[in-house]
């Protein structure tokens, strides 16, 4: 589970655990970067899915697409080498819909480089979570005051994305308003 002490993918390796699956939760602490790719081989050795709920360290366009053209170029690799069955990804909703905002730029590159791999992707596009509102507050806070953009959103539980990413392979799904 690339990813799986986030958000999102620390409930995935929990629905996973819960499903009587082995979990390996690749982390830089446990001596796996995703990015350099270091480790990679040793920790998905005997792997049958690759889940991918990883998020960029950067909302700079430029760093945003590099973190996640390497890592999706790593993890296919490296699934390829130890012959699993299935990539999973997490994405967003409506991401190809927004060019020009530099985050959606970096997910839908995440999602071609995903894509351009020998090991066949599932694409989980989720709305953004319950958790989205505190995660904009604690990045935009400038002292007191924290500019939130305006938006309307039906969130959906990060324990709901992550429940649904590991309930089956397939074609291209999205989780909206916990369904």
Not at 69 to 90: F, H, I, M, P, T
Not at 103 to 119: F, L, T
Not at 130 to 145: I, K, S, T, Y
Not at 147 to 164: D, F, L, N, S
């Amino acid at each position: 589970m690339a990813g799986g002490t986030g958000v999102a993918g620390r409930y995935a390796v929990g629905a996973a655990g819960a499903a009587g699956h082995a979990v390996v939760a690749l982390s830089r602490s446990g001596g796996v970067d995703v990015v350099a790719g270091a480790g990679l081989d040793a920790a998905l050795d005997g792997v049958d899915v690759v889940v991918d709920t990883l998020n960029g360290p950067s909302t700079n366009r430029a760093k945003a697409i590099a973190f996640f053209v390497a890592a999706s170029a790593n993890l296919q690799a490296s699934a390829a080498r130890s012959g699993e069955g299935r990539l999973v990804v997490l994405s967003v909703v409506g991401v190809d819909r927004v060019p020009g905002f530099a985050y959606c730029d970096a997910k839908v590159a995440h999602e071609a480089a995903a894509r351009s791999g020998p090991v066949p992707v599932t694409v989980v596009r989720a709305i953004q979570f319950h958790e989205f509102a505190g995660q904009l507050l604690d990045r935009m806070a400038v002292g007191p005051v924290a500019p939130i953009p305006t938006m309307r959103t039906r969130p959906v539980e990060a324990r709901t994305v992550g429940e649904h990413l590991v309930s089956g392979d397939g074609p291209d799904r999205s989780v909206r308003d916990g369904r």
